[in-house]
């Protein structure tokens, strides 16, 4: 854990404590306790992208917020989870014996959490500063070192290294820089009020000039009536450290009560077995919208969109559809949304998604919520049941 700068805990306690204010973060997050210290998260080609802070209510561990430090995220708050903890400590004891598997030889001085397919997390071990070995999270897999040549920026494989920073666009990394500050110069308006910002609590923020209107918010349920108040999607892990989109076509047809594996998957999509695992291509994007229709018979019409806005995302589901949705090297599936339409003086509300992630392989993880604005949203992916 590495003490957090002032100006970093204060972001970070106006960030949550204002999505708690007007409800988008739920009763899950009251009282929960934001700490002095966080994990730094590194872009692979060294800076720091954000932090990952360990939420805790009392001493039981309750989830992690991701609080960014960098202008290319494009906001402060990244995303926020609730349900698994993060245990920097246990991390890096788990990681550590992992390497020593690898090498017993191992020499390293430092190491460092890279994220290095944002989202997705690796550990870095280096000697002065030169990597020697990079295993994912989790499941421990070397990251190969090796790249896919003649690329596109943007469009990395789903178990390659990236950069964040280096591949995004000049144009997008100067808009998000610029929405970077405003962010920062909106909270730096209450700097001279003292606030109580070390615990999430709905009524921190609740002063003359805070304005709290409405927060606009639906997860999928069993019908699109909202007495049907229960949630019916699943989480599914990727079986392997490139079958992200198998796993996620898996949870979409699930919801349709289709019941493919991501072995029959993998044969559809061209991903190999699990002995020989294969990425798709950013070629066969498409091949997506293809399997869905084959593999129900035609019942469900699917949908590719490019670059999708968030009220593609919205829409859908308000239909009560979840989505397949492409960012660069990794596929997840959304299952809800939320938007708060409170204002501070000149403030963007806050647009979220709430994500089921295939990874990490064999567990996955939810994350409520993904600030739509810190993420490169590729392709979405929608099913619509045909009419007969």
Same mark, same amino acid.
């Given at each position: ?26 009763? #899950? ?49 990244? *995303? ?12 890096? #004891? ?41 295993? #994912? ?17 943007? #469009? ?118 699990? *002995? ?58 959304? *299952? ?53």
């Amino acid at each position: 854990m590495k003490a957090l700068s002032d100006q970093t805990q204060r972001i970070a306690g106006l960030e949550l404590n204002g999505l708690r204010a007007t409800q988008v973060l739920g009763d #899950e997050f009251e009282n929960v306790a934001i700490p002095r210290q966080g994990t730094p998260i590194y872009d692979i080609n060294g800076e720091v992208l954000f932090y990952r802070l360990p939420l805790k209510r009392g001493r039981t561990p309750v989830g992690y917020a991701d609080i960014g430090v960098h202008e290319v995220l494009g906001e402060p708050l990244v *995303a926020t989870s609730i349900g698994i903890a993060w245990d920097e400590k246990a991390l890096l #004891e788990a990681g550590t014996a992992a390497a020593r598997k690898y090498n017993k030889s191992l020499k390293y001085d430092e190491v460092r959490f890279v994220a290095f397919s944002f989202p997705k997390i690796a550990l870095q071990f280096l000697v002065e500063k030169t990597e020697v070995l990079m295993l #994912e999270l989790y499941d421990w897999e070397e990251v190969p070192r090796q790249q896919s040549k003649d690329r596109k920026p943007l #469009e990395p494989s789903n178990f390659e290294r990236w950069s964040l920073i280096e591949e995004m666009p000049d144009n997008l990394r100067r808009a998000r820089a610029k929405s970077f500050r405003a962010r920062l110069a909106i909270w730096d308006t209450l700097n001279r009020r003292n606030f109580k910002l070390d615990v999430v609590s709905k009524d921190a923020l609740l002063v003359r000039d805070f304005v709290i209107k409405l927060v606009d918010t639906r997860e999928l349920h069993y019908s699109t009536r909202n007495s049907d108040h229960f949630t019916c999607y699943e989480l599914r892990g990727q079986q392997t450290n490139v079958w992200c989109v198998g796993a996620s076509t898996e949870m979409l047809l699930n919801f349709y009560r289709y019941t493919y594996d991501q072995v029959r998957l993998a044969q559809e999509l061209g991903l190999g077995t699990l *002995a020989h695992p294969l990425a798709l291509p950013c070629a066969n994007v498409g091949l997506v919208v293809t399997v869905i229709e084959n593999l129900t018979s035609n019942s469900l019409d699917a949908t590719m969109f490019t670059n999708p806005g968030f009220n593609i995302f919205r829409d859908e589901i308000l239909a009560n559809r979840p989505l397949i949705s492409f960012v660069p090297g990794h596929s997840r599936t959304v *299952a809800g949304y939320t938007q708060s339409l409170f204002s501070l003086v000149n403030q963007v509300p806050y647009k979220g998604l709430l994500v089921y992630d295939p990874w990490p392989p064999n567990a996955g993880v939810i994350t409520r919520w993904e600030n739509f604005a810190t993420q490169i949203y590729q392709f979405a992916y929608s099913a619509v049941i045909r009419q007969v």
